[in-house]
């Protein structure tokens, strides 16, 4: 390890005599370019850099200039050079450092403003390999880790946000100390999320699902006030390219969305994903994360009256997502109870304007919904580390079904079925969902064994006078014995959907043969823990 140098304490406040800039986003560049030559600032460039900003008539430097070596292959080898990287790293108060910036002619560059390749929008765009690599940016990682480093005399920007900061501070002088560190940080942040997004599109290329190392990076969106509880800190980080939903809903009206309501929201608009709203208008019911009621209906009124029927109580500030544009019809029939957010792909006029009366509820839309097929990574922190799993991107179809028991199911119980293992597995495991005609009528969720669940899911619907007669029951998980399916029997259900695989199916189907229900296998299991 290198010894660090004899140099005093980094100066408080510098002014910048020579700025660095390379960018492949140009917004602000002419202006920003304009306001440092009027500070008095020596600007040198590259390429398509350098001609914008020489086109508006600022005196600017060619890197070459300094480093007296041509820009070469295809603009790969530009800012590679002790020129350069000395300008940046030169330790000013360091003898050794400043007698070798003399002896070698090299002079300090006090602001570096590189933003890097666009590489996650040719991935996100779906470039070819071979566009993909050449977006992988190799000088602007360098030099920006080299300004960081020596954040003591040089101020780092890699967006136009840090630009702006520095050129507010030339205002009273230079760069302080304070705002090199600041900028420093952001700027080894913004390359190791650079370096996450090649790594992790690397490991794609070669199929690897989990390499030997993970990296993930995101975005900081939003600091909350408290976190689960108030006295836990938390934040909103993004991911490049996200998913549709929370992390690209507008938020059109509402308080400020909290730990709790995003997480909630979350899966929220993740369940109502399930349906395409090409069969219909759907909605969603989420409190705590559990869905507490589910419907499909003719209109998407009607869709929100049958989801709140199933838990009219849980509903109560709790998250409604319909999977169409809000209309002014639903949206008065979801004032008349306290909700805490809705989550739309778009919404009418007119259904906006029924929520403007009600200041605190936050109303989100997102533009689109979610492919629920599509695969990609889901993440949970572990002490010490985090589990990786890919997302459950599980749908089952009729044709998917196996049929275990004597009786065969009509054709009006395989579409319960069918929507009550989709609700299913969007509940807490252990998971019980009693549904009929594209309503659900009871959820139990999150209980240690299977039995308690199908109890209280039925209890449930008693409370809200709902009859379970004739209705599908889907368990997320195989019934480990017959004493489940019984309660639910018990409770009005005729037909019964489940993964199977338990030791003790044989006396399970022969209970189901026995009460006379109909049951279907669907060879795959949905936790969700």
């Known amino acids: 390890m290198p010894a660090a140098p004899d140099y005093p304490s980094a100066p408080d406040l510098v002014a910048p005599k020579r700025a660095l800039l390379s960018v492949s986003d140009k917004t602000g560049l002419v202006e920003a370019a304009q306001i440092l030559h009027a500070a008095g600032v020596e600007l040198v460039s590259t390429g398509g850099t350098k001609a914008a900003i020489a ?6 430097k060619d890197v070459s200039d300094l480093t007296q070596f041509p820009e070469m ?20 108060d360091a003898p050794e450092h400043a007698k070798a910036m003399t002896d070698h002619g090299i002079g300090g560059i006090d602001i570096l403003y590189v933003n890097l390749y666009p590489f996650e929008a040719t991935v996100a765009k779906g470039g070819s ?5 050449e977006n992988i940016d190799i000088g602007g990682p360098a030099m920006i ?11 780092v920007c890699t967006d136009p946000t840090d630009l702006s900061e520095v050129l507010e501070a030339l205002k009273t002088g230079g760069t302080t100390l304070a705002l090199r560190q600041t900028l420093a940080a952001r700027a080894y942040a913004r390359t190791a999320a650079y370096d996450a997004a090649i790594s992790t599109w690397f490991a794609a290329q070669l199929g690897q699902d989990f390499p030997a190392r993970k990296a993930i990076a995101g975005e900081l969106r939003q600091v909350m006030r ?10 909103f980080y993004a991911f490049p390219n996200p998913r549709v939903g929370v ?35 759907a909605v969603a019911i989420i409190k705590h994360a559990n869905p507490c009621g589910v419907a499909v209906g003719g209109t998407q009124r009607e869709a929100y009256e049958r989801a709140l029927a199933c838990d009219p109580t849980s509903a109560f500030g709790g998250i409604v997502a319909v999977n169409s544009r809000l209309t002014r019809e639903a949206a008065l029939a979801m004032v008349e109870i306290f909700t805490e957010v809705v989550i739309a792909p778009e919404a009418d006029d007119d259904a906006i304007e029924v929520f403007a009366a009600k200041k605190n509820l936050r109303l989100l839309v997102t533009g689109g919904l979610p492919d629920a097929l599509s695969t990609g990574d889901t993440f949970k922190s572990v002490a010490g580390g985090f589990l990786v799993q890919s997302r459950d991107d599980a749908r089952i179809k009729a044709s998917d079904l196996k049929i275990v028991t004597q009786r065969q199911p009509t054709d009006e119980e395989v579409r319960d079925m069918l929507f009550a293992f989709t609700v299913g597995k969007h509940v ?30 039925a209890l449930r619907a008693a409370d809200f006078g709902l009859d379970l007669k004739g209705c599908a029951c889907a368990s997320e998980a195989f019934f480990p014995f017959a004493d489940g399916l019984i309660q639910a029997a018990e409770a009005g259900a005729t037909a019964i959907i489940q993964p199977g695989g338990s030791m003790r199916d044989p006396e399970v189907i022969e209970a189901a043969d026995k009460l006379g229900l109909t ?9 969700r823990h």
């Open 55 to 60: 086109a508006a008539g600022v005196p600017v």
């Open 73 to 92: 292959m295809d603009g790969r080898v530009k800012t590679l050079h002790p020129i350069v990287h000395g300008g940046l790293l030169g330790v000013r």
């Open 129 to 133: 390999y071979a566009e993909c690599v």
């Open 145 to 155: 880790r080299s300004a960081a480093k020596n954040h003591g005399y040089v101020a």
């Open 226 to 235: 408290y976190g689960e509880n108030p006295h836990q800190k938390a934040a």
């Open 247 to 281: 992390a690209t809903a507008t938020q059109l009206q509402g308080k400020e969305l909290s730990y709790n309501n995003i997480n909630d929201t979350d899966a929220a608009f993740e369940l109502i994903a399930e349906f395409d709203p090409a069969q219909g208008p």
């Open 428 to 457: 807490k495991s252990n998971a019980i969902v009693y549904a009929r005609a594209g309503q659900t009528l009871g959820v139990g969720a999150g209980q240690m064994n299977r039995k308690d669940s199908a109890r209280i899911a």
């Open 519 to 527: 049951m279907a296998f669907t060879g795959v299991r949905v936790f």
